[in-house]
């Protein structure tokens, strides 16, 4: 009797406990109910910019929500970082950031507003944007081997122009210089807008473009492609060798770009973003604009993602360090 008496007590127990969690469950508000923004840290019409305003709306379709895109540029995107890294971890304020963000800047900057490992939860990656090295017209090189060459026949007299002191366009020339026992003369420009008329004059001689850009200079006689910086020749410029065929066995020179949310943001919410990120990249429209735009997908996902961005902080971590590269803070 003892037994049946205690039976019913737990059976009713066990029903009140499942009873009053239920509405709790239920009550855990669905997501998205409000749009989702993507803070772009650079100017409009940049790289990131443009690739995030292409995924923006596949996004939303998968998501069921707005997705926009705000432009919060300055100190090399750090202003950016810091705000997102700080935001609610609610899954409702994204970045898309680059390999300047997440592998140059630990090592470039003693102080950061934010820790790139423990602020930040890794979306997806949005694109890879293969890089070109382009030269005046008037450079009496035609390619990377004649450069290797020219270089050391005068040394410290061919300039190279970047989009910055420690942007990734510095940092493979310094790279290449390193590999190549070469001194080529850097010149910092504030991007490639005002570069690019000193290059077309001569008064620098060399930078690397993204293949978009790199592909209307060339194919309007401006300047004259070296090379290209994938690890196989591009479709959109298969006459042009890669560095890598160049004499530089494996050297790729290409800016990667990933969405990453604040860290401690829900899992559920997480994965719901990476399946929209997913499935945008994987649009057919989205895929066609990509390979007009010189743009390829990370193959690999997340995992591939965060593996070659900590492989590039490594890297250039040594090449800021050898070079004594140091950013205005």
């Known amino acids: 009797m003892k037994l049946v008496k205690t039976l019913v007590h737990a059976a009713a127990w066990a029903a009140c406990w499942v009873g009053s969690t239920v509405p709790a469950i239920a009550a855990e508000p669905a997501w998205p109910n409000n749009p989702v923004k993507i803070v772009v840290p650079y100017p409009p019409g940049t790289s990131g910019d443009l690739i995030a305003r292409r995924l923006a709306p596949a996004m939303s379709q998968t998501l069921g929500t707005p997705v926009i895109v705000e432009n919060r540029g300055g100190a090399s995107g750090n202003i950016a970082m810091a705000a997102v890294a700080h935001a609610s971890p ?52 035609n390619n990377l081997r004649e450069l290797v060459e020219l270089a050391k026949s005068k040394p410290g007299q061919v300039r190279f122009a970047s989009t910055g002191i420690g942007s990734t366009h510095q940092l493979f020339i310094e790279l290449l210089k390193m590999r190549a026992g070469i001194d080529l003369l850097h010149v910092p420009y504030t991007g490639t807008g005002p570069a690019t ?56 020179a290409s800016n990667i770009w990933g969405l990453w949310a604040p860290a401690r943001t829900p899992p559920r919410v997480v994965a719901k973003l990476r399946a929209a990120v997913d499935q945008a990249i994987n649009d057919p429209e989205v895929h066609s604009w990509y390979q007009a735009n010189g743009l390829t997908p990370i193959q690999g996902g997340v995992g591939a993602m965060l593996e070659r961005v900590r492989a590039d902080r490594a890297k250039w971590a040594a090449v800021i360090k050898q070079n004594n590269i140091q950013a205005a803070e």
């Open 90 to 141: 609610d899954g409702y304020t994204l970045i898309i950031g680059s390999d300047i963000q997440f592998s140059v800047a630990p090592s470039l900057y003693t102080k950061l507003p934010f820790d790139v490992e423990k602020d930040f939860e890794a979306i997806g990656p949005a694109a890879k944007l293969e890089l070109a090295l382009m030269a005046y017209p008037g450079l009496p090189a």
């Open 197 to 252: 008329p000193n290059l077309i004059s001569g008064e620098v001689q060399v930078m690397l473009f993204g293949i978009p850009q790199a592909l209307t200079l060339s194919s309007s006689g401006r300047l004259k492609p070296l090379a290209v910086g994938a690890l196989t020749r591009v479709p959109l410029m298969p006459d042009v060798p890669t560095i890598s065929e160049s004499g530089f066995p494996d050297f790729e």
